[in-house]
């Protein structure tokens, strides 16, 4: 117990040292020591705490990728990558970390999910949080005033991760964005058409395109009484209208924020509301909406927007939606949302721990893309201030994801994880310096070809790999084939053979791979 | 100069606290807490520290990739992609940290250069170092035993940043690995066969390919009267011999590691051979060498590796070579180089940074691929320590990218970051709608196509538009086409316009540029 007592007294003594460094405002080196030192009988205590038991695992929050879940994510990386494409899109890459500086006060509250890494000497840094800020960074620091680029790369955020529902640590963003200082709702108009396209063609069910402004939304709650200093968490209560029914967001917006109930009301008025072009015109000629200049501007450009969505042929899924409010702090104009109405294509959590997030995650996770105007964050990084204006939609790639496999689980259709068009094989012995040789061949004539790194292996386990990998044809040799010049090409699906010149191999084989 | 030594003592008053703290066994929560505390102080010290100044720049020793550099980075991405899917290669993906433990003793001395994330509360996490130990990984935690796999990823050394000559601290590796128990030296084979495809078809110029092996490096030593303990550290000055003169790399041994003049002598014997199957021949007679049993097995696998490379028809570019010493400590077998063997290929050092290296860099710049047998270290991470023979080839990707820039920004060739096949423009005002919906047209017939966002673009700025981004044709409307019913076509290059019914128009865009 004299022990205990002789501890506590030396964390007061270090107390002491801690705030005498501050005094003195003592060098970081002096502390980066004594943190070494601690750091140091850390490591030594869990040599201490028995044998160590070596897990064998990923970090939490992440997963490696099998490669049939590669094959399928290559296939929506390629359907959304045409998309961007289609669109005029060059592409750029950021590096995974960024000063920690450049990260400073761009996400609010979020910022206590920054991944931070270890102070080894040198520069302060954190993993990319998201890629819009490293784009605003790019284009600040290279003094880029007009680019339409797509990134596609991961993120990292020390969230409570959800992995049954798609939400992970280390997840992929897939982002288009427009910058550049443009006439009004054209950039903003194609952005929304680009996520009809690609959330169309990668055919994951009835989707619906929330949008608003930003201006109609601090407009809104200026006529309804709302005080300035109370308009961004406010807009983050509304922007649980999705998640909480109306009477929970008004009692959040009323007894936690202290709003008058009269206000709330008022708010709830609005927030209910849906349509089209026609709302915004209704909204225009509101006697309290029409008093905001914001919201005036807001539901202006909305009407704009909209008869651009009609020559896009893309109204049919967007709906103007008041409540939309997405939390990020950088939106200054439209902010747009999509998310899947069909029922069904929800994992169900299964965790205990994802059940505790339950409420909050089942209406969200219908998220698959999102998105807005952000005139103002490349201005924070630029030196004099200069502004660029831009605009951008984020594809929620892990839900896709994970809506993807379920289907490919569910359905009986195999994915191929390989793109092998012919097995080299052989029934007899000895030969397989000659099924080298003829693979070799193959490659070199642009034949994807594959050979069993075996002397002598049986034709059965040859032919067995075909059926497992989804291989369409064989190409066996023996000793009769090797003396008349030709090779046995045999088709798996059919079983039916067929001999073939060697000269003519390879167009036999490409002309039959060209149809499978 | 009081307060100084109050601060002295306090110090000392901290050792102390570690020291009892260390006796007593502390729990680790107290000392994190302490670490806290200080970390906190360092960070209000900073704050302190004058006007902060904000640094527009990425972390020392990356770099962004712009969309020119893009381009060339995909189109080399493709080249190496379609070798290994013709090599029926699946690929696998794996997050880009790992637990710090997983890292653990795998890289010796160049554990160091590992990045640390900071420790904020739960696992310990280092950003992964290659992509071969994570691959291990993998293949453990998934009792995989059989797979042939690639990985393009990006990997993380905090190692000394020499970016004009390809060296970053975040760089792409681009991993090929034949995972499995099979019979000797066919997949080695394949991976040699691979790395010559890659490198002819990346046309970087001539290349050269060594080959040696682990044990007869070890046997070469025993043979040459190496004391056992100091195989390893004897092997990393052999690995100078490409950037030191052999008289050098003698003193080393002698001097430095204590090696008898007369071994040295020996090994200096050995290391300046080079040859091909009749080399490994030789040695299996040679009287020292015949003496070693490693030895024997990785000359008689060396001449079975050389008969399988003729029927690939790769030995012009394989040399045999006992100077080949490769650092990492997992190779167990065979392990091989290339290297680039025309001038004028290396970017020359321009900073004085760089001017320091310049002697060890001098000749490995040239090194473009590598790899080798590991045949223990997924055990290494296997409970039951089953092992899981494997083969590898790591490409060099940066080094080609570097090359690759060098060679576009030479070549008159201009690089397109795009791919839109049309513009669609105007030269009358007002017919921004009717742009936009011929432009939406478009895009549902699945044609790449841009349109400027502005009111009343002048067509001349259209018209550059598509000069500087390499833009071939322009859909050009006017208030008589609409008329018609037809679109003006316009070839960029030859200013040549004809009217093209609108009907016919996406087909008539997909022929002319399907030929481009």
């Not at 109930?261 to 008022?266: R, T, V």
């Not at 209704?282 to 006697?287: F, G, T, V, W």
């Not at 209406?363 to 030196?383: E, H, I, K």
């Not at 092998?420 to 490659?443: D, G, I, P, Y």
Request: charged fraction near 30%; charge should be negative; aromatic fraction near 6%.
């Amino acid at each position: 117990m004299a022990d205990k007592a002789q501890i506590q007294e030396s964390i007061k003594n270090q107390g002491e040292v801690v705030r005498k460094l501050k005094v003195e405002k003592a060098s970081k080196d002096q502390i980066d020591e004594e943190v070494a030192k601690l750091l140091e009988l850390k490591a030594q205590l869990g040599g201490d705490d028995g044998k160590h038991q070596f897990v064998l695992k990923t970090a939490k929050g992440t997963r490696d990728y099998n490669p049939k879940q590669m094959a399928i994510r290559e296939r929506v990386f390629n359907t959304i990558v045409s998309s961007f494409k289609r669109h005029g899109a060059e592409t750029i890459d950021t590096p995974v970390f960024e000063l920690k500086e450049t990260l400073t006060g761009k996400y609010g509250e979020d910022s206590k999910l920054i991944y931070d890494l270890k102070d080894q000497g040198g520069e302060l840094l954190s993993l990319r949080y998201d890629l819009t800020v490293p784009f605003a960074r790019y284009l600040a620091m290279n003094k880029i005033t007009n680019i339409k680029r797509y990134h596609i790369a991961k993120v990292y955020r020390r969230d409570n991760p959800a992995m049954t529902r798609g939400r992970y640590r280390e997840f992929y963003q897939c982002d288009f964005d427009i910058a550049g200082q443009y006439d009004p709702m054209i950039p903003d108009a194609e952005c929304l058409k680009i996520v009809h396209e690609i959330l169309s063609e990668l055919d994951l069910g009835e989707f619906r395109i929330k949008v608003n402004d930003r201006r109609i939304l601090d407009g809104m709650f200026a006529v309804c009484g709302v005080p300035d200093d109370k308009f961004r968490t406010i807009c983050s209560t509304v922007d649980k209208l999705d998640k909480m029914s109306w009477e929970d967001v008004k009692n959040e917006m009323v007894k936690e924020k202290g709003l008058s109930e009269e206000a709330a009301d008022q708010i709830g008025e609005y927030v209910s509301m849906q349509g089209g072009m026609d709302l915004a015109e209704r909204l225009l000629q509101d006697q309290k909406m029409s008093q905001s200049k914001q919201a005036c501007a807001g539901l202006t450009d909305m009407k704009l927007l909209f008869s651009y969505l009609q020559l896009f042929q893309v109204t049919d899924k967007v709906v103007f939606d008041l409540s939309l409010a997405r939390g990020l702090d950088y939106y200054t104009g439209i902010i747009y949302e999509a998310v899947l109405t069909q029922a069904g294509v929800v994992p169900a959590p299964v965790s205990s721990e994802a059940q505790n997030g339950a409420a909050e995650e089942s209406v969200s996770v219908g998220s698959v893309a999102g998105g807005g105007r952000y005139d103002g964050l490349v201005g924070m990084f630029d030196p004099k201030g200069r502004k660029v204006p831009c605009v951008g939609v984020s594809i929620g790639i892990e839900r896709v994801f994970s809506i993807m496999e379920q289907k490919a689980e569910a359905s009986a259709e195999k994915v191929r994880t390989t793109e092998v068009q012919v097995m080299v094989a052989s029934a007899q012995k000895n030969l397989l310096e000659e099924r080298l040789k003829l693979t070799s061949e193959l490659w070199n004539g642009g034949i994807k070809a594959e050979v069993m790194y075996k002397k002598n292996p049986k034709l059965l386990s040859q032919l067995q790999h075909c059926e497992d990998s989804g291989i369409p044809l064989v190409a066996i040799l023996g000793e009769q084939e090797l003396k008349d010049g030709v090779v046995k090409l045999r088709t798996v699906a059919t079983r039916e053979e067929v001999d073939v010149s060697r000269a003519d191999l390879i167009e036999e084989i490409r002309k039959r791979t060209s149809e499978v």
